[in-house]
């Protein structure tokens, strides 16, 4: 038991860490909130494990109490179900080769004035390589114009892409999305309207990607990954998020 303790505390307090610290980069949304809920849930387990223990006997001990403590249970093990499978599900989708001759579509993500945000720059760098690696693809950059952003998402993609050294003329730029189902659904129109390959490769963020590719799957497109990698301190945040996010996506739509 002491060892199982100190196992709880020391998670605890390390994941209070990780889901604190990308707040002060301004990244706050429910996988911050339920990773800080989890890391605490943790170290009161490590730190308060006998009181803990005594206040379950406690709801034991009667009826209602009972009844409340085991849809309780019920609840917290759907909840790590869902988590298992969904995070599972996130894991397995960044590792799906794209199919041969597919149209590159990278995701767009926040621009900061005219330059992208480090988890768009990293997009941006795993597009460039791949469309170095498959120089007949044909690449789709895909993002409206938000707040603070003084040019789309797009031309924040194509820009950049254009530094790396990829043609301008195999870009083509969607600017009117404003969320994930957006980005595909305005770039399958443009699949359409140029007659491109309906087999996608589709660039974004590892965390991102299972759900990218299954709303792709959902409109009629086989899809794969170009996987971005995100940086260390902000992944377990978004990771967690996505895993919302994605059981959303599957129940919901």
């Known amino acids: 038991?002491?060892?199982?303790?100190?196992?709880?505390?020391?998670?605890?307090a390390f994941g209070l860490f990780l889901f604190i610290a990308p707040i002060f980069r301004s990244v706050f949304n429910i996988g911050t909130i339920a990773g800080i809920l989890f890391s605490l849930l943790f170290?009161?387990?490590?730190?308060f494990e006998k009181k803990i223990g005594a206040l379950i006997v406690r709801m034991c001990q009667s009826r209602g109490t009972t009844i409340l403590f085991m849809v309780l249970v019920i609840l917290a093990a759907l909840l790590l179900?869902?988590?298992a499978f969904t995070g599972t599900r996130i894991v397995l989708a960044s590792h799906d080769a794209p199919p041969d001759d597919a149209t590159v579509i990278v995701l767009g993500c926040q621009v900061k004035g005219k330059n992208p945000s480090r988890m768009l720059g990293d997009r941006i760098s795993a597009a460039a390589k791949y469309l170095d690696e498959?120089?007949?693809?044909?690449?789709?950059?895909?993002?409206?114009?938000?707040?603070?952003?003084?040019?789309?998402?797009?031309?924040?993609?194509?820009?950049?892409?254009?530094?790396?050294?990829?043609?301008?003329?195999?870009?083509?730029?969607?600017?009117?999305?404003?969320?994930?189902r957006e980005n595909l659904l305005y770039s399958a129109r443009i699949l359409e309207r140029k007659n491109l390959p309906t087999d996608l490769a589709i660039v974004t963020n590892e965390f991102h990607e299972c759900?990218?590719?299954?709303?792709?799957?959902?409109?009629?497109?086989?899809?794969?990954?170009?996987?971005?990698?995100?940086y260390w301190l902000l992944l377990p945040t978004f990771f967690v998020r996505e895993q919302f996010a994605l059981a959303a996506e599957i129940l919901f739509h």
Request: net charge positive; proline share 2%.
């Open 1 to 12: 038991m002491m060892v199982l303790r100190i196992l709880c505390t020391v998670l605890g």
């Open 43 to 47: 170290l009161s387990l490590g730190l």
């Open 81 to 83: 179900g869902l988590l």
């Open 134 to 180: 498959h120089p007949a693809a044909i690449c789709i950059a895909s993002g409206g114009k938000g707040n603070g952003e003084q040019i789309s998402e797009a031309r924040c993609i194509r820009d950049g892409l254009v530094a790396r050294g990829i043609s301008k003329d195999r870009i083509l730029l969607e600017e009117k999305s404003t969320t994930t």
């Open 211 to 230: 759900r990218a590719e299954t709303i792709a799957e959902k409109m009629g497109f086989e899809a794969g990954a170009v996987p971005a990698g995100t």
